[in-house]
């Protein structure tokens, strides 16, 4: 057996959080093993058109046909997320397709093959352990399972444990309490007809977290609780659960424990012959949903990591570690912050089991502090649940400690730490909202430097992939076909024999290749790739193409961290190669070129805008009002004495839509957008930061603009009810801060006063209702 084996990752989106999760568990097994790993986000395994979110995207499906015996060792098929709608795929559907694969060895990741070694989860255990609480402690006797597709493996053996809990209790099962929807947020309008054809639902189970999700939205829709009017349940256990209101209880199935399994039983496969199925054992996670009644977890259980005099404080830092650290793809760093976490509870020991606070502690606390952040380099302490814990350690504190100058001091700790934690958490973000920037600039300009070439020649492949490395990529290799290839859906496709090597990157150098050297055996790109590797590695496989012409592939090793942005990649990098076949046909082509830079130019527009906007109304959205905000305030021509901030509630919404219909709420939406913009002008900026409410700002060199804006915005509110004569009349509240201008200007303490101004006003107004 070779030095080291390439294993082969086949995964839907890898910005997806279950395929991302996976991938990231194959990434550490891989490096574990000392072998490689090739991951290769395909999306369908037979895509129609019915399934596409994007007209062209099922150009990603033609990344399963470079495998041969000779590149890969074996192939990890995550069968149940490629497809955009997971388990779309038939088991005849599967079989064929995995038949193609020529005697390359294959195991499946929650597969449906009768022929193949899987791997999966315990789909059974966690789920009727979740519904025991639902039926025994919180008295449930109507509950449907919102299921996934009828032919996925996973979402049939949870409908399983969905009856066989209900048999355990002694309840029937009901065709009609059972729904099959895909694994995403859309299930929210079968969620709503489920609700509206049967009455007296008081549970759900969810085949997945991303179903609940939706599943709240459809409760908000019915004007239902979660948590007080029904119990919720899903499955995955999504890091965004404990965001949501209530969170979500859920079923743990850790995918990227299933990604280092798989890689692990990949491996055995080939060393040992060893073909028995595996499961991930999971367990059930209590949260708010679940719990009727409008109970919540911290009154129905014990707090975990309370600290009491007998706590042993070595044995607590060893657990709460546990609890508030979440490594990054290399936990390398984790023996130094776990040494910086231990001195920081020993100090805490140290003020909770003396009465006497002397200066040299409160200091030693304070470095220790400090010196804990110093050190997660990679941002890998969650400052969420830190902050969760920090409340806990200063109650127990508080509540040990008999003198009022030790509570005093307390006190006065706890906001230094909530001070510092917000201070961290600000610069992660600047940081995080920094790098995001540099690296989408670093890929719009692969496209964009090629706009600048006034001829083009072979050589200039090597420009496409010469700043890889400042957005992390050390190796990657520019696989193209001796011409461009059209390929429709539902077409086959097949690779020619040979690629051509156009160029390639070795960390900082990038080298073209002569015409000698670039041609490539298809049975040899993935060894050669890795070859270049000097240690064991992970290479990405991203398909480059424009429409119905595919171009080759780009071999790369786009660090984990950077996943999120493989698409714009792609994208960039197809773009800049059409540019340049065009720019070696410049005669004959004039027109395609055009064309190819107009949809450059109104895609990058286009994302850029999307991201700032908000849907129904055309206004900016959040993201975009503190964008433009700042903008406002760094164009000199604005800086006026006053900055005039405000908020605005559209009042009566949840009555509008109950009453006249969902449409007529979207409406009043819209009106309420309409009067702020027209009262505002051109001056300034107005958003919608979602539901009913609206935020603006501008400037203004007179204190007294406040007045002239409120008579003007209310003026344009008694017009459009007389023109509009609706059953209803449009109300709008309205709060407003006057701020005198500074160049240190902190926009969030500016709103807060504006939405408690608001707050008043809409106080004012219900008591004269």
Known sequence: MKDRLNVALIVGDIRDVYSNSITKGALNAARESGNNLLIVPGRYFQASKELLYEEYEYQYQTLFSYFTQN????VIACTSVVGIVAGSISRNSLNDFLSRMEGIPVITVSGDSDKLPNICYDNKSGIKEGMDIMITKEKCTKIAMVAGPKENLDSNERIEAYKEALADHGMPFED??????????KCMFDVINLFKSVKGIDGVVFANDRMAIGGYEAMRELGLRVGIDVSFMGFDNLEKDINLDPPLASVVADAETMGFEAYNMALDYLKYNDLDNRVIPTHFVMRDSVLRGGKSISEAEPIAYKITPQTDFDTFA????LFIYNPSINDANKDN????YLFFILEVEKLYRNERIDKNLLTSMAQSFNKLFEVDERFELDIGKFTILMESIKEAIYEN??????KAII?????????RLAAVLSLRESDETYRMKRIQHEIYRISADMIGFDDASEKSYASIICNFNKIGINHSFLFLFKEPIKHAIEEPFAPPEFMYLKAMQIEDRVISLSDREQMIPLSDMFEFAFSKIEKAGHLVMLNLYVREMIYGVLVCDIPYKVFHYYESLIYQVSCAIRILHLLMYTEETSNQLKESLEIITKNNLRLDTLSKQDELTGLYNRRGFFVEAQNLFEDETQKKKYII??????DNLKMINDNFGHDEGDFIIVSSANILSDTLGNRGVVARLGGDEFVFVYTSDSKDEEKAFVELFEENIRKFNNEEHKEYRLSISLGMYVYEYNDNIDLKELLESADREMYHIKKKKRMKE
């Open 71 to 74: 590149n890969v060792d074996i």
């Open 176 to 185: 009609r309490m059972l729904i099959h929807c895909d694994f995403t947020e």
């Open 318 to 321: 060893k657990q709460t570690f």
């Open 337 to 340: 912050i776990y040494r910086a």
């Open 401 to 406: 400690s008999a003198s009022k100058a030790k």
């Open 411 to 419: 006190v006065n700790i706890s906001a230094y730490v909530y001070r």
């Open 645 to 650: 901030v405000g908020f605005a509630d559209t």
